[in-house]
């Protein structure tokens, strides 16, 4: 995909393709201008046409909402390709911000670790990461934020951690309690431990220690999240927790007001957050690779059971457009409810506004996909063209010569 001009006129138009508006696939008129939809003309053709703005012939297509993802840590590999080896930050922003554009991922939320694991995914990383992201922030051509993921064990470092909440202004959290797990592998899969301490590039005996270290502040853990989740609530910060193994997990960490679940790992745990009206997050991956990766619950199974309501790129960001037509071709559900699961429903959950639908007001966050070959060929967002493939290219060009 390649990027091209779209504010050289104060607007634009869209006509001819099928655009999913009202919860359905509809035809019609897209006004655009601005950052914003100004107007749609449901099943209205040219002669309603009323601006002198360039009109873009969509005929074959299909107009959607840009996609939102609200945990991808895809971009580490853009990052640290190998363990040890590191980039240019600002370098690797401007990948992964066309790489977002590419997939059509019009808002995306990266995980950015807050943890005692260190190295990449330290506290004094993530500092640094933030700080180079907001020095990026004017130049992005989708909207980046950011998601950390919070370290239960990491008792300490709680109010740093608030003071960098409100200095970045974020407001999206998730509780992490990687210890369970850390202590099954380190007393019955040294292989995995090891593989986990060379990505972190670390000796097992480094990791271990520290390790041994956090589980010395378990008296300490429940006190430091409430003294976190009351600061979040009272500042409207949406917080979840993540890899929930069990019905007490979902409950404890909902007790402090963690109603957001993400990758569950038991079919126990995401029916328990179903019930109590609390979004489930999953990975699409799980879903287009038929499984988890580590022998997790498996993501088709929670769509049929009805508890998932939101997919994430989680490692791989191709994985979102590719969910959406695994979904179908299994007649899962239809075109508009799997949509859902990557815009309308990420959007409702963070309360991100003017977002993740198709509606007069909203920012023109789009995604133009071509139903023949499933490929996307153009991505806006706020109304500008983050990235575009010669078949609309050559359209958007064609219309602006005609005005012009």
Same mark, same amino acid.
């Given at each position: 995909? %390649?990027? *091209?001009?779209?504010?050289?006129?104060?607007?634009?138009?869209?006509?001819?393709?099928?655009?999913?508006?009202?919860?359905?696939?509809?035809?019609?008129?897209?006004?655009? &201008?601005?950052?914003?939809?100004?107007?749609?003309?449901?099943?209205?053709?040219?002669?309603?046409?009323?601006? @002198?703005?360039?009109?873009?012939?969509?005929?074959?297509?299909?107009?959607?909402?840009?996609?939102?993802?609200? /945990?991808?840590?895809?971009?580490?590999?853009?990052?640290?390709?190998?363990?040890?080896? %590191?980039?240019?930050?600002?370098?690797?922003?401007?990948?992964?911000?066309?790489?977002?554009?590419?997939?059509?991922?019009?808002?995306?939320?990266?995980?950015?670790?807050?943890?005692?694991?260190?190295?990449?995914?330290?506290?004094?990383?993530?500092?640094? !990461?933030?700080? @180079?992201?907001?020095?990026?922030?004017?130049?992005?051509?989708?909207?980046?934020?950011?998601?950390?993921?919070?370290?239960?064990?990491?008792?300490?470092?709680?109010?740093?951690?608030?003071?960098?909440?409100?200095?970045?202004?974020?407001?999206?959290?998730? !509780?992490?309690?990687?210890?369970?797990?850390? *202590?099954?592998?380190?007393?019955?899969?040294?292989?995995?431990?090891?593989?986990?301490?060379?990505?972190?590039?670390?000796?097992?005996?480094?990791?271990?220690?520290?390790?041994?270290?956090?589980?010395?502040?378990?008296?300490?853990?429940?006190?430091?999240?409430?003294?976190?989740?009351?600061?979040?609530?009272?500042?409207?910060?949406?917080?979840?927790?993540?890899?929930?193994?069990?019905?007490?997990? #979902?409950?404890? !960490?909902?007790?402090?007001?963690?109603?957001?679940? &993400?990758?569950?790992?038991? =079919?126990?745990?995401?029916?328990?957050?179903? !019930?109590?009206?609390?979004?489930?997050?999953?990975?699409?991956? @799980?879903?287009?690779?038929?499984?988890? /990766?580590?022998?997790? =619950?498996?993501?088709?199974?929670?769509?049929?059971?009805?508890?998932?309501?939101?997919?994430?790129?989680?490692?791989?960001?191709?994985?979102?457009?590719?969910?959406?037509?695994?979904?179908?071709? /299994?007649?899962?559900?239809? *075109?508009?409810?799997?949509?859902?699961?990557?815009?309308?429903?990420?959007?409702?959950?963070?309360?991100?506004?003017?977002?993740?639908? =198709?509606?007069?007001?909203?920012?023109?966050?789009?995604?133009?996909?071509?139903?023949?070959?499933?490929? *996307?060929?153009?991505? =806006?967002?706020?109304?500008?063209?983050?990235?575009?493939?010669?078949?609309?290219?050559? #359209?958007?060009?064609?219309?602006? %010569?005609?005005?012009?």
């Amino acid at each position: 995909m %390649n990027q *091209i001009q779209s504010n050289q006129f104060s607007g634009y138009i869209l006509q001819g393709s099928k655009f999913l508006h009202g919860n359905k696939m509809q035809s019609g008129i897209i006004t655009i &201008e601005d950052k914003f939809i100004s107007s749609i003309e449901v099943n209205k053709a040219n002669q309603y046409i009323k601006k @002198n703005y360039p009109v873009i012939d969509l005929t074959g297509f299909w107009v959607l909402p840009g996609i939102i993802d609200l /945990h991808g840590d895809g971009f580490e590999r853009q990052l640290f390709p190998r363990p040890g080896v %590191n980039f240019d930050m600002n370098d690797t922003l401007k990948i992964v911000d066309k790489e977002l554009s590419i997939n059509g991922i019009t808002t995306a939320y990266l995980a950015c670790s807050y943890s005692w694991e260190g190295r990449i995914r330290s506290p004094e990383y993530a500092k640094i !990461f933030l700080e @180079n992201l907001n020095k990026y922030r004017p130049s992005m051509i989708t909207n980046i934020n950011v998601q950390v993921r919070y370290e239960t064990h990491l008792v300490e470092k709680v109010q740093e951690l608030i003071d960098l909440i409100t200095e970045y202004e974020l407001n999206y959290v998730v !509780f992490n309690n990687h210890i369970p797990d850390a *202590i099954e592998k380190i007393q019955n899969k040294p292989t995995a431990f090891a593989t986990w301490a060379n990505k972190m590039s670390m000796e097992k005996s480094e990791l271990a220690n520290i390790v041994n270290y956090r589980l010395t502040k378990e008296n300490e853990v429940s006190d430091s999240l409430k003294t976190l989740s009351n600061f979040m609530k009272s500042n409207n910060i949406k917080f979840g927790s993540h890899d929930d193994e069990s019905i007490e997990d #979902r409950k404890w !960490f909902r007790s402090f007001g963690a109603n957001i679940c &993400e990758f569950p790992t038991s =079919i126990l745990a995401a029916k328990e957050a179903y !019930f109590h009206n609390e979004n489930v997050i999953m990975g699409a991956p @799980n879903l287009v690779r038929g499984g988890s /990766h580590n022998g997790n =619950i498996s993501t088709l199974e929670l769509l049929k059971l009805g508890y998932c309501s939101i997919l994430v790129s989680d490692y791989y960001y191709p994985s979102l457009l590719q969910s959406i037509w695994y979904l179908l071709d /299994h007649k899962i559900c239809s *075109i508009e409810n799997a949509w859902a699961l990557i815009s309308e429903n990420p959007a409702k959950a963070l309360n991100i506004d003017k977002r993740g639908a =198709i509606k007069v007001d909203n920012y023109a966050d789009l995604v133009i996909i071509n139903p023949k070959t499933r490929e *996307i060929e153009a991505t =806006i967002c706020n109304g500008e063209i983050a990235g575009v493939c010669k078949s609309v290219a050559d #359209r958007f060009i064609k219309s602006s %010569n005609a005005v012009s």
